[in-house]
């Protein structure tokens, strides 16, 4: 089957396929999007207990296994996102691009909250947390097609926080 429209249309016990270059593979393969069972730990290291929780996961044909979420946080935007980053036939530049993209506004996120700019806390050094929280906003803007839009805008700015994240991507 192919991949839903929204959300809505989703049916954790169905398996979705779809075609995309694999980075592995170098090339188009086929890929499933499916529910998984992962196992899971908490607790300290002695008293460790491993559980099995359900996930989101997308599986190259030659087996290369990507987790995007865990099952109760798929979301629409989630979605959107597998549709854009693994479109069939995007090119290099259009990787580059939105790799590019999605790196800079990260740190222009993380660099918003000047506290961070004062007390030299580089976005590399952030609570790992406190940087998925910043990709997971700019990924959403690139998925949405914001994200040129809202790069020239800073520019015509001279955002503060922009400069630093360019001056902090550069040097990373
Ligand atoms: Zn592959």
Known sequence: MS???SIKGFDRYEHYY???????CDCVKKHRLAVSSTPRFNGDEEGA?????EVITIRCS?????TICDLDEFSDFHLDAIKHFHRRGRTQE????????VSLLARYFYYLDDG???KNIKFSS???ETQEHCY???RRRVVEGEAEDLIKELIAKNSHAYSQAQEDYKND
Do not use: W
């Open 3 to 5: 991949l839903p429209k």
């Open 18 to 24: 779809f075609f995309t270059d694999c980075m592995l």
């Open 49 to 53: 207990r491993s559980y099995n929780v």
């Open 62 to 66: 030659c087996g290369r296994i990507k």
């Open 94 to 101: 259009e990787e580059d691009q939105d790799h590019y993209n």
């Open 116 to 118: 961070k700019y004062e």
């Open 126 to 128: 952030a609570e790992r």
């Open 136 to 138: 997971f906003a700019a």
